[in-house]
């Protein structure tokens, strides 16, 4: 089945650390960047960094110096490495990335299952 696994979220308090992974599964990464995204309630889905084909990256000015985002192509995993959290993190954390299938199938644009992050003040 092709599809996002994302893990790591949690309860973690102000200034702590969390790693977030979103792996490929049934598939790879194609060479289209890969985002993380992130939705707190009441609030719309914010894209708050990107990782293209070749390495490059960007961030959300209010995550800029504390998130890392980074990508194992052998392992067809994503992190989101999250330091120095503020209660303002707090969301459900989504990756989207686009996947060939390595079966039958149609490459297409596909969402994880999200993962909570709270970050207690």
């Known amino acids: 089945q092709v599809q996002l696994v994302e893990s790591g979220g949690g309860l973690v308090q102000a200034g702590g650390s969390l790693r977030l992974s979103c792996a490929a599964s049934?598939?790879?990464?194609?060479?289209?960047?890969i985002g993380w995204y992130r939705q707190a309630p009441g609030n719309q889905r914010e894209l708050v960094a990107t990782?293209?084909?070749?390495?490059?990256?960007n961030y959300v000015d209010s995550v800029k110096g504390r998130f890392t985002i980074s990508r194992d192509n052998a392992k067809n995993t994503v992190y989101l490495q999250m330091n120095s959290l503020k209660p303002e993190d707090t969301a459900v954390y989504y990756c989207?990335?686009?996947?060939?299938?390595?079966?039958?199938?149609?490459?297409?644009?596909?969402w994880g299952q999200g993962t909570q992050v709270t970050v207690s003040s």
């Open positions: 989207n990335a686009h996947l060939i299938p390595r079966v039958a199938g149609i490459p297409a644009w596909y």
């Open positions: 049934g598939s790879t990464f194609s060479r289209n960047a």
């Open positions: 990782i293209g084909g070749g390495g490059s990256t």
